[in-house]
C-alpha cells in the first residue's frame, strides 16, 4: 500500500492487536489539478466526486489563489458537485481522537459546510446533488463553516502569511489565511455510530481544505506505510485576478 501523502504515527500496540494512529491527509504529492481519488487507499478514497483534486500554490508552480497553508504547497478543492467527498476504509475514523482540518472561503457565497455519515457516500449518476448509496437516514451531522478572511481584507493588505505569522508565502493570494476546525473526540463517539464518509463540502471552485488529521484503527495484518513515505505535502488553485467580488481557486 502507498502512503505517499499522509503522516501516520503508530500508537504503541503488540504486533497481534490492532494499532490506533493519528492519520494527516495532507494532500502533498498528489500534484496540481490531478484527481486525489485512491491515492489514499484503503485508508481513504475521494473517488466518489472525481473532480476533488490536489491544488498547488502558485508560487510553487501551480495553479493556486492559495497561501497560508499549514503544509507547504498543496491544497484540496473541486471543481463540480457540492462536496468533495472522503470516504474511509476498515472501520471508519476511531472516535477516541480529535477530527481536524483546516479550510479557506473567502466568499460570502461559499456556504462551507461538513457531513459526517454513517455509510459510504457517492454521487447517483454522477449528478451534482450528494446521496448516499445506501438510501437516507445515515446523515449524523452538519457543521457550518464561517467565512474566512482573505488577502483584500485589512489588516493583511498583500502578504496575510506575514499579517499572520506563518511560513508558507505567497504573497498576493486571496485565499489566504486558512482557518483550523477542531471535532472534538467526545462529539464524535457521542453519535454510537461509526463514521465512515465526511463530505468536505460548499461552493464549488470556492473553497480549499487542507491538512486532515484524524485516528485510526489499523486492522491485524492491515498494511502499514513505510517510513520513508509517511509524509508529505502539495499546493494548487489557479492564481487569478485578485481584485473580483468573487474570487476562485481555478477558472471555470
Same mark, same amino acid.
Request: proline residues 5%; negative net charge.
Given at each position: 500500500?502507498?502512503?505517499?501523502s499522509a503522516? %501516520?504515527?503508530?500508537?504503541?500496540? !503488540?504486533?497481534?492487536?490492532? #494499532?490506533? *494512529?493519528? +492519520?494527516?491527509?495532507?494532500? $502533498?504529492?498528489? =500534484? ?66 480529535? %477530527?481536524?482540518?483546516?479550510?479557506? !472561503?473567502?466568499?460570502?457565497? #461559499?456556504? *462551507?459546510? +461538513?457531513?459526517?455519515?454513517? $455509510?459510504?457516500? =457517492? ?37 496575510c502569511t506575514?499579517?499572520y505569522g ?87
Open positions: 500500500m502507498k502512503f505517499n503522516l %501516520l504515527i503508530l500508537g504503541v500496540a !503488540a504486533a497481534t492487536s490492532l #494499532s490506533a *494512529a493519528t +492519520i494527516t491527509i495532507d494532500f $502533498e504529492g498528489v =500534484g496540481d489539478n490531478v484527481a486525489v481519488g485512491n491515492f489514499y487507499s484503503p485508508v481513504a478514497s475521494f473517488t466518489a466526486n472525481p473532480s476533488t483534486q490536489g491544488l498547488v500554490k502558485s508560487s510553487a508552480g501551480g495553479s493556486g489563489n492559495i497561501g497560508g497553508l499549514p503544509t507547504p504547497v498543496t491544497g484540496m478543492y473541486y471543481l463540480a458537485g457540492s462536496a468533495a467527498i472522503m470516504n474511509i476504509g476498515y472501520g471508519g475514523l476511531d472516535t477516541s481522537g480529535d %477530527l481536524t482540518f483546516y479550510y479557506s !472561503a473567502p466568499n460570502g457565497s #461559499s456556504n *462551507a459546510v +461538513i457531513n459526517l455519515y454513517a $455509510e459510504a457516500g =457517492g454521487y447517483v449518476n454522477e449528478v451534482n446533488n450528494h446521496d448516499l448509496f445506501v438510501g437516507d437516514g445515515n446523515w449524523l451531522d452538519s457543521f457550518s463553516l464561517a467565512q474566512t478572511l482573505n488577502n483584500n481584507q485589512p489588516p493583511m493588505g498583500q502578504d506575514a499579517a506563518v511560513t508558507d508565502q505567497n504573497a498576493g493570494a486571496v485565499y489566504c489565511p486558512f482557518q483550523l476546525v477542531t471535532i472534538t473526540a467526545a462529539t464524535l463517539a457521542s453519535y454510537g455510530s461509526p463514521i465512515l464518509s465526511i463530505d468536505f463540502g460548499g461552493t464549488a471552485n470556492q473553497v480549499v481544505y487542507d491538512s486532515i488529521s484524524f485516528s485510526y484503527t489499523i486492522p491485524e495484518g492491515g498494511d502499514t506505510p513505510e517510513p520513508g513515505t509517511m509524509f508529505l505535502l502539495g499546493s494548487g488553485l489557479l492564481g487569478i485576478g485578485f481584485g473580483a467580488r468573487k474570487f476562485k481557486l481555478k477558472k471555470s
